[in-house]
């Protein structure tokens, strides 16, 4: 298949990419510094109908900085305008590609502190991130008012290696002063970065899947439950516990709240398809992982 993917530079397309060439796909980037093989924004019409797939997961980094306006708009912009670029120009394609998997977070539910699972039919948080991510998926109404299957991948927190939440999470436990993020007792949806191509893939290939879809693994687990596994995993104490107010002095109260709240997602759609994770409990990802 010739498959188009913007956000190949990033730590889920990088992998994504590797395993598309690996079995023979062409995989085909799109990037603002076009060079082979990726192509530029500005063929973006051109490529879409060459596509047999569109996978979109380009977006501003959600918690490098603070929140201030002008980077929530940054956060905003780049899901929601590029998402609607490229619906727009599936929607106008003569060959159209057969199924468009743009991104979405399970921070759609919104920044929670309770225990509900909440699977694929949950509704929406209405806190900032919640909305623009509503925003996010709304913008590919004009691929699926096309014809076109269209998948919102609600991706959690991702593991691994080379990128993702691990580097940033293991850091104070090499130093011997990690432990929980507040209390706690806040709900981690986690996912080994396999598993999330894998899903992908899956997504892809096959019919099953259409609308949104929780990549998430089907063990979600506490923050401190997760701060103990890591120290274990990392041969580390894990009872540095980071307070809520040194997060609100450095981070700021917006992206604080992010880390001090959560969402207990279920992959039930991805489950109920066949799907099987590589990595379903959080001890196989660490063990893999450290």
């Keep these: ?6 956000g190949a530079t990033g730590f889920i397309g ?4 590797a395993v598309l060439v690996d079995r023979g796909d062409e995989a085909v980037a799109v990037s603002r510094r076009a060079r082979e093989p990726a192509v530029g924004w500005d063929a973006l019409e051109t490529e879409v109908a060459r596509a047999d797939a569109v996978v979109h997961l380009a977006g501003e980094p959600i918690a490098d900085a603070r929140w201030t306006p002008e980077r929530l708009e940054r956060i905003r912009a780049s899901r929601v305008e590029t998402t609607r670029r490229i619906a727009d120009a599936i929607s106008r394609a003569t060959l159209k590609p057969r199924v468009f998997l743009s991104g979405s977070a399970v921070g759609i539910y919104g920044m929670r502190i309770d225990g509900e699972v909440l699977d694929e039919g949950s509704p929406a948080g209405d806190d900032v991130l919640a909305r623009i991510v509503v925003e996010w998926e709304r913008a590919a109404d004009a691929a699926r008012s096309a014809g076109v299957r269209v998948v919102h991948p609600r991706i959690g927190i991702v593991l691994g290696r080379e990128g993702g939440a691990l580097s940033k999470m293991a850091a104070p436990f090499r130093w011997f002063v990690g432990g929980p993020i507040g209390s706690g007792a806040q709900w981690v949806s986690w996912i080994h970065v396999r598993d999330v191509v894998r899903a992908l893939v899956f997504a ?20 401190g439950d997760l ?20 997060l ?8 604080a709240k992010v880390l001090l709240t959560g969402q207990r997602a279920a992959p039930n759609k991805l489950l109920g398809a066949g799907f099987t994770f590589d990595f379903p409990r959080l001890e196989q990802a660490l063990a893999d992982l450290r």
């Design 1 to 6: 298949m010739r498959i188009l993917v913007t």
């Design 14 to 17: 990088r992998a994504l990419l």
């Design 204 to 223: 892809m290939d096959g019919d099953a899947l259409e609308g949104p879809v929780n990549v998430v693994a089907p063990e979600p687990v506490a923050m």
């Design 227 to 246: 701060a103990r596994a890591l120290g274990h995993a990392l041969h580390r104490p894990s009872f540095f516990r980071v307070p809520p107010f040194a």
């Design 248 to 255: 609100r002095l450095a981070l700021g109260e917006g992206l």
